[in-house]
C-alpha cells in the first residue's frame, strides 16, 4: 500500500521529521540513473538508502530501502520530481521494480 503526499503535505513532514530527532544519518548507494526511452527530458534515479536516527525522546529509529525518483527536466531551468517512492529492502533484493517506463508524462 502506497502513501501519497502533495509537495506540501511532504515538506511539513520533513519539517516535523527534522524537529523531533536529535540526529538522522542518511546512507545513499547503489545510485542508478535512467533515461526514459521515448522522452529524453525525462529521467529515473534509483538508489538504496539506509535512514538512522535518534529522536529527542531517545527512542531510535532505523529503515533500509530503495528510493525512485521520477525527474522531469522539459523546463529549463526548472526541474520538477513527479514521483518519489520508498520500497523496503527484502532479503536478498538488490533494487526496486520501478522505471521512468512505469509512469506518463506528457509533453509540453
Known amino acids: 500500500m502506497y502513501s501519497k503526499q502533495n509537495k506540501q503535505q511532504y515538506i511539513n513532514n520533513l519539517r516535523s521529521l527534522f524537529k523531533g530527532n536529535e540526529f538522522i544519518n542518511v546512507d545513499f548507494s547503489d545510485i542508478e540513473l535512467m533515461r526514459h526511452g521515448s522522452n529524453p527530458n525525462i529521467y529515473g534515479v534509483r538508489l538504496r538508502q539506509k535512514w538512522n536516527s535518534q529522536q529527542y525522546n531517545g527512542r531510535q529509529y532505523s ?4 528510493v525512485f525518483l521520477l525527474w522531469d527536466f522539459q523546463e529549463e531551468g526548472s526541474p520538477k520530481i513527479h514521483v518519489r517512492t520508498w520500497t ?6 538488490t533494487k526496486d521494480d ?7 508524462i506528457p509533453n509540453n
Open 88 to 93: 523496503p529492502k527484502r532479503a536478498n533484493q
Open 98 to 104: 520501478f522505471s521512468p517506463e512505469d509512469f506518463f
Open 63 to 66: 529503515d533500509d530501502g530503495y
